[in-house]
C-alpha cells in the first residue's frame, strides 16, 4: 500500500482557505486518494476522492498532482467547526480496508 | 438519519463478560466494514462484509472476535470472556459497494471500557 506523510499540526484563521498537503510518492497508478477528518469522540467523516483529476464538492475541493505523488485539501472558507484531524488516505489494494496515517491536526483560529 | 448508525454509544463491562455491538449500515450499502480505534492511535481494520459473507476477517485480533450480518444489512460484532486490552472506540462503516473507489461512510462508534 502507498504511504502517505502529512504535517502533524496547522493553524488557519478563521474565515481563510485551509490547504492541507499530502505526499504519496509511492501511489500505484489505479490507487484512490481519500481524505477524511475527524472530530474528537466522532466517527471519521468522508470529505472528499480523487484519481487523477481535481475535484470539488460541497465540503472541499481536491487538487492532485500531474505525477500523483501528492495532494492539496482546501476547505475555502474554513470555520471554527472544522478544527479536525484530517487524514490522507491512498486505497488499499487488497482487502478494501482503509488505513489511517498520523493525520495533520487542523486548528481554526478565531 | 441517512447515517451509519451504531449502538450502544458507551458500554462498560467486567472482564471476563460477552459484549455484543450492533451497526446499521446506510440503507442500501452491500459493504460493511467493522474498525476499532485504541486511545492516540490509529484505526486497527476487523472485517469486511459484501451482503452476508466475509471474505476479510484477517483482522479480528484473536477467536474471542466474531461477528455476523444478517439480510445484508445489520450486523453484529461479539466478543467473548473480555479482557482489558479490548477496550477501544469500535467503528462500523458502510459502501455502495466495496469497489476501490466507494468511500466508506462512518458511524460515531461504541466506546467500549472493560473494567
Known amino acids: 500500500d502507498a504511504k502517505t506523510t502529512q504535517p502533524p499540526s496547522m493553524d488557519c484563521a478563521e474565515g481563510r482557505a485551509a490547504n492541507l498537503p499530502c505526499n504519496h510518492s509511492?501511489?500505484?497508478?489505479?490507487?484512490?486518494v481519500y481524505w477524511y477528518r475527524q472530530i474528537h469522540s466522532q466517527g471519521p467523516q468522508y470529505i472528499i476522492h480523487?484519481?487523477?483529476n481535481n475535484e470539488t464538492n460541497e465540503m472541499a475541493s481536491l487538487i492532485i498532482t500531474e505525477d500523483r505523488k501528492s495532494s492539496t485539501l482546501i476547505l475555502p472558507h474554513a470555520t471554527l467547526r472544522d478544527t479536525a484531524v484530517y487524514y490522507c488516505?491512498?486505497?488499499?489494494?487488497?482487502?478494501?480496508?482503509?488505513?489511517f496515517g498520523s493525520g495533520t491536526q487542523l486548528t481554526v483560529l478565531p | 438519519g441517512a447515517g451509519v448508525s451504531q449502538s450502544p454509544s458507551n458500554k462498560v463491562t467486567e472482564k471476563g463478560k460477552d459484549v455484543e455491538l450492533r451497526c446499521d449500515p446506510i440503507?442500501?450499502?452491500?459493504?460493511l466494514y467493522w474498525y476499532r480505534q485504541s486511545l492516540g492511535q490509529g484505526l486497527e481494520f476487523l472485517i469486511y462484509?459484501?451482503?452476508?459473507?466475509?471474505?476479510?476477517k484477517s483482522g479480528l485480533p484473536s477467536d474471542r472476535f466474531s461477528a455476523e450480518r444478517t439480510g445484508g444489512s445489520v450486523s453484529t460484532l461479539t466478543i467473548q470472556r473480555t479482557q482489558q486490552e479490548d477496550s477501544a472506540v469500535y467503528l462500523c462503516?458502510?459502501?455502495?459497494?466495496?469497489?476501490?473507489?466507494?468511500?466508506?461512510?462512518f458511524g460515531d462508534g461504541t466506546r467500549l471500557s472493560i473494567l
Open positions: 462503516a458502510s459502501s455502495l459497494e466495496g469497489a476501490r473507489n466507494q468511500p466508506q461512510h
Open positions: 480523487g484519481l487523477k
Open positions: 488516505i491512498v486505497s488499499s489494494g487488497s482487502a478494501r480496508q482503509l488505513t
Open positions: 509511492t501511489i500505484s497508478g489505479n490507487e484512490y
Open positions: 462484509f459484501q451482503g452476508n459473507s466475509a471474505p476479510d
Open positions: 440503507s442500501g450499502h452491500t459493504a
